[in-house]
């Protein structure tokens, strides 16, 4: 399919893989400085220093957005209405 | 010597015996009377001249005004109401450049007494002049609301009302009670362990957007004119935060029902499809943050829900001022008729991706500096759990603001519309923002002198600025991934508003059915009644009653002799 030349290079289908890759390498980017910083520990008196570990902001930011979205979702299914619901 | 003392003593000579908020309600009450060119004049001066008067009070109380038993202190400047007047000055100012040729004259003007009574509070130190400020500010925001013109804001406009009158009700028992309790009428720290302070706080938190009625934000702010809901995002919410931070700080609940607030917005943010409810909805979001650091009340805390609210004032207008601009120039409000803005409005949407930026906290703006001092308060305090929710809602902030309202707005698929940029008035605005958000991100050190006591914090170590780069990062490649599950509906999400404008409106229907079905039986009754009397009074009185019909002659002259009989006997007898 030839794509329409004065499309925005954003909308362009052949950009994502490119878009992509450029996300991808800066999410490498920002875990790399993980081998040379130590980080500081707030919570060891109560027995965790998890966020302390390795990559731990990388994957906690991931796993609980993903938590909010699908939660989000979830109280969607009953919280839901169509958007005129309120008008008379 | 911070920069607080060095103005104000630049400004000693000059001691003001006034709320300097009186300046801008001054303004916005005359503004009609001036024409023009000098109207404008008015809107740009009034904000400095309070900005210098505020300055010029500094943590003076100078002014005491007897009123029946009590002393009133309307001029009473503290540490942080120095910090909260300073920004709603400025947020008068820009905004009203932001609204200064496409704002109706009654929203200009309401929009200056409303900023005033906002400093108006942020300087009473006692309970009276703070609750007439307080309703000030409850009158001249709904004005601000209602004057969008549309039947629509009308409606939201009354419901805004209803919610702000029951809150000043709430808090006028509760002034009242303490007053009764101690005879005092001061505005100082409180516990909540009478009904009196409970009241207190009830009516505080009310304002501040607290659970369960949440839902009045998201409701009425978006009704408001494209500058109209910049004035009104800056003012109710943080003032209510300010009254907070003096009157309830260390208060242990506040903590929870800030992180309550916190994931509230987000999610709610996250189901809605109306670019400007979204930004609604993160206004309780970033509540809730300084509502919690309220609740830890540490000296970190206290300057950090101060620094806060005074950043976040920033860039949420500046976040409203191009959610608004595009509005202003396409008319439409919902993502799923909005996307790929981005090719002609592009000042507007490095503005926006700057406002975005800087709620999210990303390094290197003014969220970054400010929000981290309340996430240290509570690591400082050991509050483990608090730490990881707040942590986790500093990823949510830049899932449901920091990414999705640039995204659906000005990238996601191309709407084709095509709209030029908003007038020079409103970009002007919005760059005064931009460049205060990356000011105050670059020279934290600057910044933190404006508080009444600067916290000893770096912000730029290298662990912080790793860990904040990754969990906003891959918050954002959350977003991306599960981008398929987070499709725009045309759908609104029930909120506790619901009871009010659906339960209780259904209730009155029924209310009204039923007692109106009684109400008709009771007036037929009624009527019987009424006819009954009406056809004995015909029967009796009426050209055929009997004492209405002709008599016979014959009779008459009966009576007579009846009667001269009568006559007759009487005078016999005596």
Redesign the interface.
């Known amino acids: 399919m030839i794509e329409d030349p004065h499309k925005h290079w954003l909308y362009r289908r052949s950009s994502l893989p490119w878009l992509w890759g450029i996300l991808i390498a800066i999410l490498v980017i920002s875990v790399v400085p993980e081998f040379f910083i130590q980080h500081y520990t707030y919570f060891e008196d109560q027995g965790t220093t998890i966020e302390a570990s390795f990559g731990f902001h990388a994957w906690y930011g991931f796993f609980t957005c993903a938590a909010m979205v699908v939660g989000a979702k979830i109280l969607g299914v009953f919280l839901k209405r169509k958007d005129n619901y309120y008008d008379d | 010597m911070t920069e607080t003392g060095m103005i104000s003593q630049l400004l000693s000579g000059w001691s003001p015996g006034f709320p300097p908020g009186l300046i801008l309600m001054v303004a916005g009450l005359l503004m009609p009377v001036f024409p023009g060119l000098s109207r404008k004049i008015v809107v740009f001066a009034a904000p400095v001249l309070t900005l210098l008067t505020v300055w010029a009070v500094g943590t003076d109380n100078n002014v005491a005004l007897a009123f029946l038993d009590y002393t009133l202190n309307p001029v009473s400047g503290n540490g942080y109401g120095l910090v909260f007047a300073t920004i709603f000055s400025i947020m008068a100012f820009v905004g009203g450049l932001y609204a200064i040729n496409q704002a109706r004259l009654i929203e200009l003007s309401a929009g200056y007494v409303y900023a005033g009574a906002a400093i108006g509070v942020t300087f009473s130190g006692d309970l009276l002049s703070l609750f007439v400020f307080w309703e000030i500010m409850a009158l001249g925001s709904t004005l601000v609301i209602w004057s969008a013109g549309t039947e629509k804001a009308w409606a939201a406009s009354f419901r805004y009302l209803l919610i702000h009158l029951l809150g000043g009700v709430v808090l006028m028992s509760g002034i009242t009670l303490r007053v009764l309790e101690t005879g005092s009428i001061a505005f100082s720290a409180m516990q909540p362990d009478s009904l009196a302070s409970v009241l207190i706080l009830i009516g505080f938190l009310l304002n501040a957007g607290a659970p369960p009625l949440s839902a009045w934000i998201a409701d009425a702010y978006p009704e408001a004119s494209p500058s109209g809901m910049v004035f009104l995002s800056a003012f109710t919410t943080k003032t209510a935060v300010f009254t907070l931070l003096i009157g309830f700080p260390g208060t242990e609940i506040l903590i929870y029902i800030g992180l309550y607030m916190v994931?509230y917005g987000?999610?709610y943010a996250?189901?809605e499809?109306?670019m400007r409810r979204i930004l609604a909805y993160s206004i309780v979001n970033q509540v809730g943050f300084m509502v919690c650091a309220i609740g830890i009340g540490t000296e970190l805390a206290l300057a950090g829900a101060t620094a806060h609210a005074f950043a976040h004032i920033i860039y949420k207008a500046l976040l409203i001022m191009s959610a608004g601009s595009v509005l202003l120039m396409t008319g439409k409000r919902?993502c799923t008729d909005v996307g790929?803005l981005?090719?002609t409005m592009p000042y507007t949407a490095f503005n926006g991706i700057i406002g975005a930026l800087a709620i999210s906290a990303f390094p290197f703006t003014s969220g970054f500096v400010t929000k981290s001092l309340e996430t240290a308060a509570a690591?400082?305090q050991?509050l483990?759990l608090v730490?990881f929710c707040l942590?986790?809602a500093s990823?949510?902030v830049?899932?449901h603001a920091g990414i999705k309202f640039p995204w659906f707005v000005f990238?996601q698929?191309?709407s084709g519309l095509r709209p030029p940029e908003s007038p020079w008035n409103m970009q002007a605005a919005m760059w005064i923002f931009s460049f205060l958000c990356i000011a105050i991100g670059l020279f934290p050190n600057w910044f933190y002198q404006i508080l009444p006591f600067p916290p000893d914090y770096h912000a730029y170590t290298?662990?912080h600025l790793?860990?904040?780069?990754?969990?906003?990062?891959?918050?954002?490649?959350?977003?991306?991934?599960?981008l398929p599950?987070?499709k725009r509906?045309?759908?609104?999400?029930?909120?506790f508003d619901w009871f009010y404008?659906?339960f209780l409106h259904i209730v009155a229907n029924e209310f009204t059915l039923k007692t109106g079905a009684a109400g008709s039986l009771f007036e037929k009754q009624l009527r019987n009644k009424a006819e009954a009397l009406i056809k004995r009074l015909y029967k009796v009185h009426g050209p055929y009653g009997i004492l209405a019909r002709t008599w016979p002659s014959g009779g008459m002259v009966l009576w007579v002799s009846v009667m001269l009989a009568g006559i007759i006997i009487f005078s016999a007898i005596f």
């Open positions: 994931f987000i999610i996250l189901l499809n109306d919902k790929g981005i090719q690591a400082d050991g483990m730490w942590m986790a990823a949510g830049f899932l990238f698929k191309d290298a662990s790793v860990t904040q780069f990754q969990l906003l990062l891959f918050a954002g490649l959350a977003f991306f991934v599960l599950m987070m509906t045309l759908t609104i999400s029930l909120d404008r659906k």
